[in-house]
């Protein structure tokens, strides 16, 4: 039962990641592109967590902690870029 | 005979899924920024937690093993997710020109907080 689950998580995940990507491609503005990214970051931690239910691995958990870590810097980043136009002042 | 703990880390995957779904088709789906902003800052909150609820259920029904990271990482994204939702939109606010004619006066003797200057206008 777990099994088939993880299967709908991951075509689900893997469409919800493919809308993302149309955002960052499509995507008007500067802010939505970064949102988009954002999104992307979260569906990849949500992904690498049921990767690792899937394959009963505690390895991927070290992984989606540095997903979230590296994917919040990057959005202040780019956040504090299109505020300030620098990034370290 | 169903197994309960089977069950229910199944509905919670499903439902996670189905959250992240919901926010990404928003995204994708609503006219502009701060309309698109709702459906990542909720629905992937949500989706993430009851995944990793899951994973904690998983792994202390079938493993026997009660790790920490799973806390970890929701104590992490669920601090970080509104301020980054907070500096998108401040971002938002300030690059674009075109909705701040369509602002509603404040009715006080200071403007709207992020555009204009803190300190109250000089009386004539």
């Given at each position: 039962?777990?099994?088939?689950?993880?299967?709908?998580?991951f075509?689900?995940?893997?469409?919800?990641?493919?809308?993302?990507?149309?955002?960052?491609?499509?995507?008007?503005?500067?802010?939505?592109?970064?949102?988009?990214?954002?999104?992307?970051?979260?569906?990849?931690?949500a992904?690498?967590?049921?990767?690792?239910i899937?394959?009963?691995?505690?390895?991927?958990?070290?992984?989606?902690?540095?997903?979230?870590?590296?994917?919040?810097?990057?959005?202040?980043?780019?956040?504090?870029?299109?505020?300030?136009?620098?990034?370290?002042? | 005979?169903?197994?309960?703990?089977?069950?229910?880390i199944?509905?919670?995957?499903?439902?996670?899924?189905?959250?992240?779904?919901?926010?990404?088709?928003?995204?994708?789906?609503?006219?502009?920024?701060?309309?698109?902003?709702?459906?990542?800052?909720?629905?992937?909150?949500?989706?993430?937690?009851?995944?990793?609820?899951?994973?904690?259920?998983?792994?202390?029904?079938?493993?026997?093993?009660?790790?920490?990271?799973?806390l970890?990482?929701?104590?992490?994204?669920?601090?970080?997710?509104?301020?980054?939702?907070?500096?998108?939109?401040?971002?938002?606010?300030?690059?674009?020109?075109?909705?701040?004619?369509?602002?509603?006066?404040?009715?006080?003797?200071?403007?709207?907080?992020?555009?204009?200057?803190?300190?109250?206008?000089?009386?004539?």
């Amino acid at each position: 039962m777990i099994a088939i689950a993880c299967m709908i998580g991951f075509v689900a995940i893997s469409a919800a990641m493919l809308l993302c990507l149309y955002r960052v491609l499509v995507g008007p503005d500067m802010p939505t592109r970064v949102l988009a990214l954002d999104t992307l970051t979260i569906n990849a931690i949500a992904l690498v967590v049921l990767a690792g239910i899937y394959w009963g691995t505690e390895l991927y958990f070290e992984a989606a902690l540095l997903f979230a870590m590296v994917g919040f810097l990057t959005t202040v980043a780019y956040c504090k870029y299109m505020l300030r136009g620098n990034v370290m002042e | 005979m169903i197994d309960y703990g089977e069950l229910a880390i199944s509905v919670l995957i499903c439902l996670g899924a189905f959250f992240l779904f919901v926010g990404s088709f928003g995204l994708a789906k609503l006219p502009d920024l701060m309309r698109r902003l709702h459906g990542p800052t909720k629905a992937t909150t949500l989706g993430v937690g009851s995944m990793l609820i899951a994973s904690m259920l998983f792994f202390i029904l079938e493993r026997g093993i009660v790790s920490i990271q799973e806390l970890l990482i929701t104590t992490f994204l669920f601090l970080t997710a509104p301020v980054t939702a907070q500096m998108i939109s401040k971002a938002h606010i300030l690059r674009d020109k075109t909705d701040r004619k369509n602002l509603s006066p404040t009715g006080r003797d200071v403007g709207w907080s992020v555009i204009d200057s803190p300190k109250p206008k000089e009386a004539d």
